[in-house]
């Protein structure tokens, strides 16, 4: 299996909490996304890594939000102090380079109660 | 803001028939269109995509088409069938990352 691997593929937790979701990208891929889908939405784009570049953090909608990737390795989203308007899923792609077809995993399904 | 747009929410058709779903793009400057397929509880897959220097390009019973001019994606699935049944997006990259738009749903009558 080398495709784009998420974890927890659910979690549940409570309004204040952190999270950390984990994505582990196809091997060799450089660029890494991470996207927020609402339920019956598109993506919602959040951040951007693509080699050793800094990242796009554009898309990020609070400072509650920050993502981590060592490398062109694994990568880490954390949400500080949950709200429930965070409940969504977060999906994670790759590509060998930006501008290349993106492949992405199956998401983690956040929900905050 | 830049968009992507869908004409359809819905789709409903028969199997066997072909099946056109169409998007509108507000970015003059994007020059890449994917298609993805979304399934229940699955990531988006990608279907095939498009550069902005060409027309159409065609798949294994899927055809992207492309009009710059109008700024109009247009995906047409051939015969098709139960399985091809999820929501369907069309994303523009102008540069980076991908803008999606709002999905298709298809859902194919046996």
């Known amino acids: 299996g080398a495709g784009v691997s998420q974890s927890p593929s659910n979690k549940v937790t409570e309004k204040g909490k952190d999270v950390e979701l984990r994505c582990d990208p196809i091997?060799?891929?450089?660029?890494l996304y991470w996207y927020r889908q609402r339920l019956g939405q598109g993506l919602e784009f959040l951040i951007y890594?693509?080699?050793?570049?800094?990242?796009?953090k554009s898309g990020l909608p609070s400072d509650r939000f920050s993502a981590e990737r060592t490398g062109e390795s694994v990568s880490t989203l954390t949400i500080q102090r949950t709200q429930q308007e965070d409940s969504a899923v977060y999906l994670c792609?790759?590509?060998?380079?930006?501008?290349?077809?993106?492949?992405f995993g199956d998401g983690t399904r956040l929900s905050i109660l | 803001g830049e968009s992507v747009g869908l004409h359809l929410p819905t789709l409903s058709v028969q199997e066997g028939d072909n099946s056109i779903i169409n998007c509108a793009y507000s970015?003059?400057?994007?020059?890449?269109f994917i298609w993805y397929k979304q399934e229940s509880g699955k990531g988006p897959q990608f279907i095939i995509d498009?550069?902005?220097?060409?027309d159409k390009r065609q798949g294994q019973r899927v055809t992207v088409l492309l009009n710059k001019t109008v700024k109009h994606l247009s995906l047409q699935i051939a015969a098709t069938q139960p399985g091809d049944s999820a929501v369907y997006f069309c994303?523009?990259?102008?540069?980076?990352?991908?803008?999606f738009g709002q999905g298709t749903e298809l859902s194919v009558k046996p």
């Open positions: 970015n003059s400057a994007s020059d890449y």
């Open positions: 890594f693509q080699g050793n570049s800094a990242p796009d």
């Open positions: 792609a790759s590509s060998w380079t930006d501008n290349q077809p993106q492949h």
């Open positions: 498009i550069r902005s220097n060409m």
């Open positions: 091997s060799g891929h450089t660029a």
């Open positions: 994303a523009e990259m102008p540069g980076g990352k991908l803008i």
